[in-house]
């Protein structure tokens, strides 16, 4: 695991991630707890591309949440090898979740006011005053590694395409073993999405890491080497799994 | 950490308000920064101006209307004291030196003072930067601000005109032109930063004469000043007397505060009017402070207002791995920032808007206020910035406290 954004990308086997009995409720003032996820189990091996569709509601972002730590789930564990991600304290969290995961939002989420480099090097800011050689370099190879020029102007600047480009470095930056991505493509017209689709496959495997998304994009479950449906909180069976075979995937 | 990245980007997104807010404050700030400076200017100066003016003696009236017509030369017709008391004084132990003042002519809007050479030079404290002191009845000399070449002559006018550029004269003044009277100036005096420094000094024995009083002395070569002929010495507006100690100075004061005179301490008038402008002052600062809280808390709940609209984007950084330590830093610093800014600015405007009201009671009184920002108002907004950085702990501790998964829903 990286101690900075600043290591070049190591070719080393992800953790396994395991999510075992999961459940998060949601209480809302005035009205009962609702539960968000029931009892979810499943494996994302490790350099898997692991895909969660379902329907609106279905408790699939809040799944990727509760697998980054930022919810607390009810019951159940979050593991990352051996490590129990949901025994940890916040900060203890924040941490993996700063060396191990990356992100990457539906709408982008970038600071807009912010230039194409800065963006990218977000992540190591949190815990670097003196921005590293090998970061900023780092960061200008993972920026024309996506098609966007490192010296790019402000990100509220860029093309809709570009940003998603853009966060995908940025969730790469710190070379994490572990890209969460939810509907990293439904802001995107039909081009985009496909072009979006095979960078994010593409440098999430030069990089070595496991991949757990959401998407109702046919096209990018159609590159996942699993595709698992949350419908009501529970997780259906597998769709396709003739996929597995065909792909590799274990 | 590094929060400047986000600190930026928040103030950028802010766009004018990253402009506006600070403004506001520094306007609040600046209100109470020019009041104190101004008050603090206006203490001193005037002091300052009534530095020779140890004691004054005058006829029954208006303590505050002789200082403020002998001291600062606001006009005003005020009645006269007997002549007489001026050889009175020249005989007495206890006094160093006295001189008479009287005024009512001007040139130019400049006022025509008559006095001694003794108390033009200020009691031998200030000689002439230019030529020398008057030594004639037909001649001059005048304060440094008095647009008067050395050599020219000008001819007085009774009462007092706008002051107008040196060379012409108003409507006013060419009606009330004393004709055949001529002063020589020859000689400038230093600038003191008082408004004697608009004045144009003549020996007092002309200004009787001008105005058919004879010169106060038996004979018409008499030399200038005392002592005066008790028979024919005329009345003249006020006596400024410097005497020879402390003791003197209550000795003279307890005497001549009676039969048919005032004499008084230009400082206790001073202290009276301090203590009015200190109620005022008083006023005004209990009235900026309140401004200055409600500034504060509308930025401040303006600021909390922003942090709850960004409440996703700190979530976002979270999610990207930031510390609830570095959310908190990074809201902290950037209203801190707006806050501190305004309470600099407000620093420096307040300092402007007091030099910009010195300057203008200058052109209008003569007096000099040398406006400072001193230490009461530098720790006075330095004490706001620490105010304002707890304010801004605010928005800094909502944002801390939010929940990431709520927030990114």
């Given amino acids: 695991m990286p101690a900075s954004g600043a290591a070049e990308p190591a070719v080393r086997r992800p953790p396994l991630l395991a999510i075992t009995d999961l459940v998060v409720e949601r209480s809302e003032a005035s009205r009962p707890s609702r539960r968000i996820l029931d009892q979810v189990t499943f494996v994302v091996e490790p350099g898997a591309v692991i895909a969660l569709t379902g329907p609106s509601g279905a408790g699939k972002t809040t799944l990727l949440h509760a697998v980054a730590g930022l919810v607390s789930p009810d019951a159940g564990t979050v593991s990352w090898g051996d490590l129990d991600v949901t025994a940890l304290p916040e900060a203890g969290r924040d941490r993996w979740r700063r060396d191990s995961v990356g992100l990457v939002f539906q709408d982008f989420q970038l600071l807009a006011e912010l230039g194409v480099i800065e963006n990218i090097l977000l992540p190591v800011r949190f815990d670097h005053w003196r921005m590293p050689r090998a970061a900023v370099e780092r960061a200008e190879q993972l920026a024309t590694r996506v098609g966007l020029d490192p010296r790019g102007p402000r990100a509220g600047m860029l093309s809709r395409g570009e940003q998603q480009r853009l966060a995908i470095a940025r969730a790469l930056m710190r070379s994490p073993q572990l890209i969460l991505a939810d509907e990293p493509t439904a802001s995107l017209d039909a081009d985009n999405s496909a072009r979006i689709a095979d960078l994010l496959i593409e440098t999430t495997r030069e990089a070595a890491a496991s991949i757990l998304l959401v998407s109702h994009d046919d096209d990018l479950l159609g590159r996942a080497g699993r595709v698992h449906r949350l419908e009501g909180g529970g997780m259906r069976p597998e769709l396709r799994p003739e996929l597995q075979h065909e792909r590799g995937v274990p | ?409």
């Avoid at chain 2, 132990?93 to 003794?118: L, N």
């Avoid at chain 2, 006023?283 to 909390?304: K, S």
Wanted: a neutral charge; one cysteine or more.
């Fill in chain 2, 1 to 409: 950490m590094n929060p400047w990245p986000v600190v930026i980007a928040d103030l950028r997104a802010l766009r004018w308000v990253a402009w506006a807010a600070p403004l506001l404050v520094a306007i609040a700030v600046a209100l109470g920064v020019a009041i104190s400076a101004q008050e603090t200017a206006l203490r001193r100066s005037s002091a300052q101006a009534a530095d020779d003016f140890d004691l004054l003696i005058g006829a029954p009236g208006s303590h505050t209307q002789l200082v403020l017509t002998t001291v600062y030369l606001q006009p005003e017709a005020i009645p006269l004291v007997d002549g007489a008391i001026l050889n009175a004084l020249a005989g007495d132990e206890r006094v160093r030196a006295a001189a008479p003042i009287a005024f009512g002519d001007s040139v130019r809007g400049h006022p025509v003072i008559g006095t001694t050479a003794e108390f033009a030079a200020r009691w031998g404290r200030a000689v002439p930067s230019e030529g020398r002191l008057f030594a004639r009845e037909s001649e001059a000399v005048v304060g440094a601000e008095v647009g008067l070449r050395l050599g020219e002559t000008v001819t007085p006018s009774h009462g007092v005109a706008t002051r107008r550029p040196a060379g012409t004269d108003g409507e006013d003044e060419a009606r009330h032109r004393h004709e055949g009277v001529r002063y020589t100036v020859v000689g400038r005096l230093p600038r003191f930063g008082t408004p004697w420094d608009g004045a144009i000094l003549v020996p007092i024995e002309s200004v009787w004469e001008t105005h058919g009083l004879g010169n106060g002395h038996a004979t018409e070569d008499a030399r200038l000043g005392p002592p005066f002929d008790a028979a024919r010495v005329p009345g003249v507006p006020a006596i400024v007397v410097k005497p020879r100690a402390v003791a003197d100075a209550y000795g003279l004061r307890a005497q001549y505060r009676q039969g048919g005179t005032v004499a008084f301490f230009p400082a206790e008038v001073l202290v009276g009017l301090y203590t009015a402008l200190g109620d005022v002052r008083d006023v005004l600062v209990v009235a900026t402070t309140l401004n200055d809280v409600l500034v504060f808390t509308a930025t401040t709940m303006l600021l909390l207002a922003l942090a709850g609209l960004r409440r996703r984007r700190y979530a976002v950084l979270r999610a990207l791995g930031a510390s609830r330590s570095y959310i908190l830093m990074s809201v902290w610093l950037g209203a801190a920032l707006i806050l501190a800014a305004g309470c600099l600015s407000g620093l420096v405007l307040g300092g402007l808007a007091a030099w910009v009201v010195g300057q203008l009671v200058e052109q209008r009184t003569g007096l000099v206020l040398a406006v400072a920002i001193g230490w009461p108002e530098v720790l006075g907004a330095l004490g706001l910035v620490v105010v304002g950085s707890l304010m801004a702990l605010l928005p800094a501790v909502a944002s801390f406290r939010t929940p990431v998964g709520d927030s990114l829903r």
